[in-house]
Structures are given as structure tokens and as C-alpha cells.
């Protein structure tokens, strides 16, 4: 049975935890109002997030059209203080995503494919090819990796994306995040997937491989659902852009670990071997990559472009409008 959860607002404007029962139909739990509090209540009584779920089940259900058509949808996970939710990210980790960073990589090198040696890129990808699916109990390399910011930089389903007034590109990266608690001694918990849209500056990226830091300083977006359970093995999905109501670029993805040069163990793994990611009671969202990027495509993407990313096995699909922030960069003040 596939279990998906989503956060919102009721119309009395409560904050709420819904499991969806069917395209329309949310059942909403009792005793918790947030889905940190289902994964430490999970965590306390020693149960599955699944358990706790139906051992929270109420008669009261909500229309799901009404929630997203009024705008009450929130993304499936945040902290109180978002501060303590912090989101990550690896790059290069499905088959074909090395295509598009190397030819970005090769041009910029003013060599072609034929006379220039593999770049830093194609490396790091083969080298997941090799070694990124250890076998049971054996440390796989460890893959590209990068963070992107705090709980603050997570856009809501259906609202805006800002890109900042200083970034050259502002493009979709339709991917699949895990989403974790740390229990109170600091032990990374997986709550669920959802989709995601981690959104990069690509043009600032392709002046040098070295502003990937950069180019991943933007926000991002995820759910509107929460898968629980296992990933499966293979996931299809469509991305898409919409301008003034038409389609201008749509594109299959693929993801699940039949379709990745690294394991989802394996990324856990490198993540949260560092100890700054495992303080007790903190969130991350980790995104795992992607193969499909409009802008290996040529597409410019512009402010009221309204990204659009689908996979059935999520339920309803993860939609944000382009913006641009126009607010002033801070300076510094000295003290």
C-alpha cells in the first residue's frame, strides 16, 4: 500500500497533517498539527511512521482540490526554526547527468570532445559508475556534494520560486529528495521522499566548474506529498515549463537507483558521516540528483515561467511560478 502525507492549513486555519486517501480525499490525523511531530511521536513510542499514522487516523477529511486551489498547501516537512532544517544536495548521481556539466566543461576548455581528456565532471561520474553501489557492509566512493541553505529557502507548492536579482540562470532540476529527523541522540531517521524541484543558476556554474557552491545558493521546492516506505526502484516522471499557458519544454526524467550510478544507502551514507548534519532533533532534505535539465537544451527561462513536475507515484504534481527578487544585497555594517 502506497502512503503519502502532505502539511496544510485548514479553513480554520489550524495547521494540519493529512493522509491522502484518494486524489480529493484527505483524512486528517489527530494529536499532531506538523509532520515533525508524527516523526518524533514515531520516534518516542518506537513505531513506523506508517503505524503511527494509522494509529492517528480521525473521520474528519478535507478536500484536497480546496487546499491547493486556496493556496493552503505547505511543503511536507519544516522546522519550527529553520535554522535546524538544512538542505543538501549531490550532483552527478544518475546515468546521463555527467552529459550536460561535461559539454558545459568541454566548451568552456575551447577543446572538443576528441581532443580533450575527461573532465573533472566525467570523472567524478565514472567513478560513481565503478563504485557508487557497494555491496552489503562495504564504503562506496563517495559522490559530488553541496548545500544549498536552511529551512528558509524551501518555497511552498504552488507559490513562488525567487531567483536573486544578481543570478545569471534561474533553471528547474526535477529530482527526488529524503527527507530525515535526527532522534535525541543524533541518528539519522528517514521520514519519506518527495519530489523536488532543486532549482540552480547553470550559466553561473558554466563560467567555472568551481561556482557549483554558487550556483546552488538558491532556493528550492519540494512535495506537495510525502512518500512513506521505500524509494522504488524505478521512477518515470515529466518536466515541464509553461509560459502564458503553452508548454514551451517538456522532458521525461527518470530516478529510483535502477536509473542512478550511486545507491540511495550509499548517499545517506556520505551525508550524514559528517556530525554536523546528525545534531539531535534536527531536519534535512537531501536532494539526489537529476538527468534532465532544460538548460542542456537551450531553454531561457524567464520570470512568470511556471515550473511543472510530475511523477504519478508522488500524486500530485509540484508546481512554482518563476519570480525574480529584486531586493537590494545586503552590505555590511560594521560594529
Not at 483524512?27 to 513505531?47: D, F, M, P, W
Not at 536552511?150 to 527526488?176: H, M, Q, T, V, Y
Not at 539531535?280 to 515550473?307: K, M, Q, R, Y
Amino acid at each position: 500500500m502506497i502512503m503519502r502525507l502532505i502539511q496544510y492549513v485548514t479553513e480554520a486555519n489550524e495547521r494540519a497533517v493529512g493522509l491522502v486517501l484518494d486524489p480529493d480525499t484527505i483524512c486528517r490525523l489527530q494529536k499532531v498539527n506538523t509532520l515533525y511531530q508524527l516523526a518524533v511521536q514515531a520516534i518516542e513510542t518506537g513505531s513506523s511512521i506508517e503505524a503511527q499514522v494509522q494509529a492517528l487516523r480521525s473521520d474528519n477529511r478535507d478536500s484536497y482540490g480546496d487546499i491547493m486551489h486556496q493556496h493552503r498547501i505547505l511543503s511536507p516537512i519544516d522546522h519550527r526554526d529553520p535554522a535546524h532544517l538544512l538542505v543538501s544536495g549531490t550532483g552527478l548521481t544518475h546515468l546521463g547527468s555527467a552529459d550536460t556539466r561535461d559539454a558545459m566543461h568541454l566548451k568552456n576548455s575551447g577543446h572538443s570532445e576528441k581532443s580533450e581528456p575527461l573532465t573533472d565532471s566525467m570523472k567524478m561520474f565514472k567513478m560513481g559508475v565503478e563504485g557508487g553501489k557497494p555491496a552489503a557492509g562495504e564504503t562506496g566512493v563517495q559522490p559530488e556534494w553541496f548545500f544549498k541553505g536552511n529551512g528558509n529557502i524551501i518555497a511552498r507548492p504552488e507559490a513562488s520560486l525567487e531567483s536573486p536579482a544578481f543570478a545569471l540562470d534561474a533553471g528547474e532540476e526535477p529530482e527526488i529528495a529524503g527527507i530525515y529527523i535526527n532522534d535525541n541522540k543524533g541518528t539519522p531517521c528517514r521520514i519519506g521522499f518527495a519530489l523536488g524541484n532543486e532549482f540552480s543558476d547553470h550559466k553561473t556554474e558554466r563560467q567555472n566548474y568551481l561556482y557549483l557552491a554558487h550556483s546552488k545558493l538558491r532556493p528550492c521546492a519540494i512535495g506537495p506529498e510525502l512518500l512513506v516506505g521505500p524509494l522504488p526502484d524505478s521512477i518515470e516522471g515529466k518536466s515541464r515549463i509553461v509560459r502564458d499557458g503553452n508548454v514551451i519544454w517538456e522532458k521525461r526524467f527518470l530516478s529510483g537507483e535502477q536509473n542512478m550510478s550511486h545507491s540511495i544507502a550509499n548517499l545517506e551514507y556520505h551525508h550524514f558521516k559528517y556530525s554536523n548534519f546528525c545534531n539531535p532533533g534536527d531536519v534535512n532534505v537531501h536532494f539526489f540528483g537529476t538527468a534532465t535539465l532544460s538548460f542542456g537544451d537551450g531553454i531561457e527561462t524567464a520570470p512568470g515561467d511556471i515550473f511543472e513536475i510530475d511523477a504519478s507515484i508522488f500524486g500530485r504534481p509540484l508546481r512554482n511560478t518563476l519570480t525574480l527578487d529584486e531586493r537590494p544585497t545586503a552590505g555590511v555594517r560594521s560594529l
